[in-house]
Every structure is written in structure tokens, then in C-alpha cells.
């Protein structure tokens, strides 16, 4: 987070000044909240400044504000009150993570790019002495100290920035399992994703998890994920139920389950094959014509 320092000032700054953080980890959504956002700003004006910090040319970059700044774009506003923070790039990077990580609504996408971002700030800081792996499992430890979730969770939100675009953005909408399939190649994730495309379906995660695992044996091609996917999902199989109260009645008093369960087969296998025999003579009473 941002210390209070006594350079900082505070000052009216004019839009077309103002340039979003280069790497911003955050989306700026044109959605519901946005629009109660926007309905406030145009009443009431901007009553939070915004946080940035000077660039070389005597511009800005926005830390913490994206959100307002475009609110304030779109009811015309020219300029916006701002704090002005001296910081570096890596200060920078962890106060626009910060600012933001602790939202009520936050993707997992966000999640990812926002971590990723922390982890190579605090390594470029230099405040780490151990090995390469050491100093990003202590780092992973950190991050999830402050946000209340362990490391192997933030290693594993770290893994989404693999993901291509269309496969990310799944994760985002919960249609796909969060970690697995970012260990595919990015061919072997094109060919996921026209195979879910073309099959309308996605995979489950036990299914992302066989992906994965034929990935790194090397065995993963395009007809062994149409094979996978065109597998009956557990959960997808239709079930039949009935109540035995409601089918003894059908049957005699002495009758198990056991007995019901096999007479009810018997019936259908019946009627299968009598309907069986009406489609042959069918066909053959065609031929005769």
C-alpha cells in the first residue's frame, strides 16, 4: 500500500493527462455498477481523488482510479482531482495491486494478473536473497498471507496467465476448471477450445485433469480430446427414479425389489423387441411394394 509521504500534493488534473498503470491487472467493466458509478460522479463530482503518479513527460499514470476515470470520461468531466505520489515502477505495481485486491467482486483473471504483477514487483525490489524457487514460494507465501489464501492457491491463480484469451475468460464465467488446462501448449489449448466449439461442451474438471496429464506424456492430440470430451459426463446422465410404493400395487404382494426391478426390465425388453419386429415388417412389406 500507499505510506503517506510528505511529497506527495494533491491537484486538479486535467483528463487528457491521465493514462491507465501500463499492466493494469483489473477490468473497467461498462456494467451495472459502472453505471451507478457514473450517475453519482455526475451529481455529485468525484468526492475520492484519484491516485497517480508523475511519468517523464510530464504526464500521469493512474494507480489507483481506473474506475472513476472512466466515469468521469463519460459525463464529459475535463479534469479530476488527483494525489500526486512520487513512486517508482515497482512501488507503483504494488500499490495498484493493492488498492484493488481486496474488492468485493474481483475475477479470477484479475486474481491472476494482479499476483503475477506482485510477485515479479517484490522480486525486482531485491528483497529476497535466496534461489530463484525459494525466493517465489517465500513470495507466493506472502501474497497469500495478505489475502488470506495459501500459497499453492496463488501459484495456482498465477498459472491462469498461461491461458489463451477464450479459454481465460471461461474461467471468468465458471464454465471450466481453474488450473489444469493452463498447462496445455497453446496449440493443444486452440485445439481444446474448437473441440468444445464444434461439441458445444467443456470439460469437467477430472477431464481437465486426463488433459493435462496426456499433455505431459506427450500423448495429447486433437481426436484424444474429441474422444474425452464426447465421454458422458456423471453428472450429465439422465436417471429414471421410482418410488417402490408406487409400483407395488403392479405386481404381486410377494414380490422383492429385486423382483420388480428385473419384471420392469423384462417389460421394456419386451416392448423393445416387439417394437423391433414392427420396424422389420415395415421395411419388408416396403420391399414387396
Do not use: W
Not at 476515470?69 to 505495481?93: C, F, Q, S, W
Amino acid at each position: 500500500m500507499i505510506n503517506e509521504q510528505p511529497k506527495k500534493k494533491s491537484a486538479l488534473l486535467p483528463v487528457c493527462q491521465l493514462h491507465a498503470f501500463d499492466g493494469h491487472p483489473y477490468k473497467v467493466l461498462d456494467n451495472e455498477e459502472m453505471a451507478v458509478l457514473t450517475e453519482s460522479i455526475k451529481e455529485q463530482g468525484i468526492l475520492s481523488p484519484l491516485i497517480v503518479r508523475p511519468l517523464e513527460n510530464g504526464e500521469y499514470e493512474v494507480i489507483s482510479g481506473h474506475r472513476r476515470l472512466h466515469a468521469a470520461e463519460k459525463v464529459g468531466l475535463t479534469e479530476v482531482p488527483a494525489l500526486i505520489y512520487p513512486l517508482d515502477r515497482n512501488e507503483a505495481i504494488l500499490a495498484v495491486v493493492d488498492s484493488n485486491l481486496h474488492r468485493e467482486h474481483i475475477l479470477p483473471s484479475e486474481k491472476a494478473f494482479a499476483y503475477k504483477l506482485k510477485m515479479e514487483a517484490l522480486k525486482q525490489q531485491g528483497k529476497r536473497t535466496l534461489s530463484q524457487v525459494a525466493t517465489k514460494t517465500d513470495t507466493a507465501a506472502e501474497i497469500g498471507k495478505e489475502t488470506g489464501e495459501s500459497r499453492d492457491q496463488v501459484f495456482r491463480y498465477i498459472r491462469l496467465t498461461y491461458l489463451i484469451p477464450e479459454l481465460l475468460e471461461m474461467v471468468d464465467e465458471e464454465k471450466i476448471a481453474l488450473t489444469p488446462t493452463s498447462y496445455l501448449s497453446e496449440k493443444e489449448q486452440r485445439d481444446l477450445l474448437d473441440t468444445m466449439q464444434c461439441e458445444d461442451c467443456t470439460p469437467s474438471l477430472s477431464q481437465a485433469q486426463q488433459l493435462k496429464k496426456a499433455s505431459q506424456k506427450g500423448e495429447l492430440s486433437t481426436d484424444y480430446i474429441f474422444a474425452m470430451l464426447s465421454e458422458p459426463k456423471p453428472n450429465q446422465r439422465e436417471k429414471i427414479t421410482f418410488k417402490v410404493d408406487e409400483l407395488r400395487s403392479f405386481f404381486p404382494k410377494h414380490y422383492t425389489t429385486e423382483d420388480i426391478q428385473k419384471a420392469i426390465i423384462g417389460l421394456i425388453l419386451k416392448q423393445y423387441q416387439e417394437q423391433k419386429r414392427q420396424r422389420s415388417r415395415r421395411r419388408t412389406d416396403r420391399g414387396e411394394r
